[in-house]
């Protein structure tokens, strides 16, 4: 009985940090709602509920996770993905932490889903996000390149996963606090050997910059 009231409690816990989660990413501002976003790094829970409906390993230090907890994306895309009304392949370059492959994977017409991301860190987290929510994703960690296949250097600032660069001149602020990694770069003709069916629409995002 013990046992069970503690896994009672636990569930009913989650339960709540999930409902204020939805709670404060879908209402509009209101007085104390930064004060209540800024607590829920210091709550340990391991994963949320993001705006878009899928679930996702908690990122709290990474604006890219919070883009995607409090719907800052929109919905262009996403009501572009969830629409389709015929048979599709998804390809997900520069797939992030898999937002946009888990809400593509949860269309039934869907028939593949492949995602590309480069940066071994990021890519790590795509991979528990698509096993937490039992998505049928590919994950692949290259980046697509038009040039020969080659290891690459990416740097990326704390704090923002989604602004990684493998162009040093690309930032205009100071990058020697910014992480770095080497990457592999490949061909963009390795798209032409997915097991892609002739008769399926072909919808691909690009985030890459």
């Known amino acids: 009985m013990r046992l069970r ?5 636990l569930a009913k816990e989650i339960v709540m940090f999930n409902w204020l989660i939805s709670f404060l990413v879908t209402r509009r501002s209101f007085p ?4 209540l976003l800024s607590l829920i790094p210091s709550i340990p829970y391991r994963n949320s509920r993001t705006a878009y ?8 230090k990474d604006s890219t996770y919070w883009f995607a907890l409090t719907g800052a994306y929109g919905k262009f895309l996403e009501n572009q993905i969830r629409g389709e009304s015929d048979n599709f392949v998804f390809l997900d370059i520069g797939a992030n932490q898999g937002l946009f492959s888990l809400i593509a994977s949860e269309n039934p017409l869907c028939s593949k889903v492949f995602a590309f991301e480069p940066n071994p860190y990021v890519f790590s987290l795509l991979v528990e996000n698509i096993n937490l929510n039992r998505a049928k994703v590919d994950p692949i960690c290259a980046a697509i390149t038009s040039g020969p296949a080659r ?10 996963s989604g602004m990684g660069s493998i162009d040093r001149h690309v930032a205009t602020s100071d990058t020697s606090s910014w992480k770095q990694v080497c990457i592999a770069g490949v061909n963009h003709l390795i798209i032409d050997s997915l ?3 002739d008769d399926d629409v072909l919808l691909v995002k690009i985030d890459v910059e």
């Open 5 to 9: 009231s503690v896994v009672l409690g």
């Open 32 to 35: 104390g709602k930064s004060r």
């Open 53 to 60: 409906g899928v679930r996702m390993c908690n990122n709290v």
């Open 151 to 160: 290891m690459l250097s990416m740097m990326w600032p704390p704090g923002h």
């Open 195 to 197: 097991p892609i069916f």
